[in-house]
């Protein structure tokens, strides 16, 4: 059992440029999302989505696009790259059954960094 | 907007001590509060959770109290250990699936 697992790890991207950041889960879990956290802040909601075929925006959806084709994978997508969009990308799923708790798992994250 | 906020960015605690972290809330209608523990170079690990209904709860050596009055939470660590130097964050969902995450606390254990 795998957890949450994030690709690439680091990535180095010129402004202008496009990728697609890697989640997948291996717990089945219904709900998974996209954050990102810049120095000194919290981290910030960048879309979810609450099962296959269903995804909505967070907090700061400009400039990123997701799609939920399966229940494991979630991969965010990055159009055009631009420095403001620099910071450490994480990943995170829920089981929608865990009505008693909020515990949600996190994968390692992504480093992004567009010069 | 609304938003969580930590009180304090760093706290500084001897080994075995009790730490207190403390965070303040605008959101009314949040339902779940919950605590993250995020360790140098890896993503936020949950540590405990409470519902809006309810004002305290416990788990191995963390508490977390809540102050629905003041918009208050709190996150007790007993007998603090070097393991638990990390940064701290609360956060909060009316429900929605939506988290909004304060800035964090960093708490640094001295020996």
């Known amino acids: 059992n795998a957890g949450v697992t994030q690709t690439p790890k680091f990535q180095v991207l010129k402004t202008g440029q496009s990728m697609t950041l890697q989640c997948a889960q291996d717990?089945?879990?219904?709900?998974m999302s996209w954050y990102r956290q810049d120095p000194g802040m919290g981290l910030r909601l960048i879309h979810y989505s609450v099962g296959a075929g269903i995804t909505d925006q967070g907090e700061v959806p400009n400039g990123y696009n997701v799609s939920r084709s399966t229940t494991e994978d979630f991969p965010l997508r990055l159009l055009s790259a631009a420095p403001s969009q620099t910071s450490v990308y994480f990943c995170a799923s829920r089981s929608k059954l865990a009505v008693t708790s909020y515990e949600q798992y996190f994968g390692p994250g992504t480093r992004l960094t567009v010069t | 907007g609304e938003s969580v906020g930590l009180h304090l960015p760093t706290l500084s605690v001897q080994e075995g001590d009790n730490s207190i972290i403390n965070c303040a809330y605008s959101n009314s209608a949040s339902d779940y509060f919950i605590w993250y523990k995020q360790e140098s170079g890896k993503g936020p690990q949950f540590i405990i959770d409470i519902r809006s209904n309810m004002d305290k709860r416990q788990g191995q050596r963390v508490t977390v109290l809540l102050n629905k009055t003041v918009k208050h939470l709190s996150l007790q660590i007993a007998a603090t250990q070097p393991g638990d130097s990390a940064v701290y964050f609360c956060a909060e969902t009316a429900g929605d699936y939506k988290l909004s995450f304060g800035a964090g606390t960093t708490v640094t254990v001295r020996a």
């Open positions: 717990m089945n879990h219904e709900y």
